[in-house]
């Protein structure tokens, strides 16, 4: 069973806002740090935020740097991703993860991940 699941993709207009949501049914949610990467057709996997166990420190990909909004609730085992202002290049299956004491922008440092949400973005 996979510990984390996505939900909150969809199909979204150029401007428009779509918020992720993952949720973690594992141990120790609020020992991890958090992350969302994506991967666009033919493209490699992209880091788009990352977030502290505290949820005190942040770190955003350049492309979604102001637009994006990573979050999380510990009392819910549950981290947001709130996208504005989104683009056609936004489109992507967006993955959730999980890991202890990981560095925000290494996907090698994630114990856990999601399947993955699509995100499609139409200009």
């Known amino acids: 069973q996979v510990p984390l699941v996505e939900s909150g993709g969809g199909l979204v207009q150029a401007g428009g806002s779509l918020r992720l949501s993952c949720a973690y049914s594992?141990?120790?949610?609020?020992?991890?740090?958090m992350g969302w990467f994506r991967r666009a057709p033919g493209k490699e996997r992209e880091f788009v935020a990352g977030?502290?166990?505290?949820?005190?420190?942040?770190k955003y990909g350049d492309a979604v740097k102001g637009r994006f909004t990573i979050s999380r609730d510990n009392a819910h085992n549950t981290v947001y991703l709130q996208m504005n202002s989104l683009r056609p290049e936004d489109t992507a299956v967006y993955y959730c993860?999980?890991?202890?004491?990981?560095?925000?922008?290494?996907?090698?440092?994630?114990?856990?991940w999601g399947q993955g949400t699509q995100v499609t973005v139409s200009s």
């Open positions: 594992g141990r120790d949610f609020s020992k991890y740090t």
């Open positions: 993860s999980a890991g202890y004491l990981a560095e925000y922008a290494n996907p090698l440092q994630y114990d856990h």
């Open positions: 977030l502290s166990w505290t949820g005190q420190f942040t």
